[in-house]
Nanobody, 119 residues
Framework: QVQLVESGGGLVQAGGSLRLSCAAS????????MAWYRQPPGKQRDLVAA???????NYADVVKGRFTISRDNAKTTVYLQMNSLKPEDTAVYYC?????????????WGQGTQVTVSS
């Protein structure tokens, strides 16, 4: 199976930037989509951005124009570049991979990384 390790979270002032990284290992050839989700305190976990194995991306409306999801050529690391950060972007950010192995599908989650945006 796929394993995910995130890095890059931290504390930043409003208007600043951060880049999150998610390194995948294991059965990476089975990955069909990778994505970033976030979960603010006391709220549900929501999709932020996703990229398919074919390179198609999609974003939550609240981050369009500010966040960019990308990956390296080997397709083993996915990045989330976050610009013009706002206090409401504060959350734990989770990397997610959808792994497909034959007829079986798996949802793989990273451990999460905290992003805090101060006003």
């Amino acid at each position: 199976q796929v394993q995910l390790v995130e890095s890059g979270g931290g504390l930043v002032q409003a208007g600043g930037s951060l880049r999150l990284s998610c390194a995948a290992s294991g059965s990476i050839f089975n990955i069909r989509r990778m994505a970033w989700y976030r979960q603010p305190p006391g709220k549900q976990r929501d999709l932020v951005a996703a990229i398919t194995s074919g390179g198609t991306t999609n974003y939550a409306d609240v981050v369009k124009g500010r966040f960019t999801i990308s990956r390296d050529n080997a397709k083993t690391t996915v990045y989330l570049q976050m610009n013009s950060l706002k206090p409401e972007d504060t959350a734990v950010y989770y990397c997610h991979a959808k792994e497909k192995d034959g007829l079986d599908e798996y949802n793989i989650w990273g451990q999460g990384t905290q992003v805090t945006v101060s006003s």
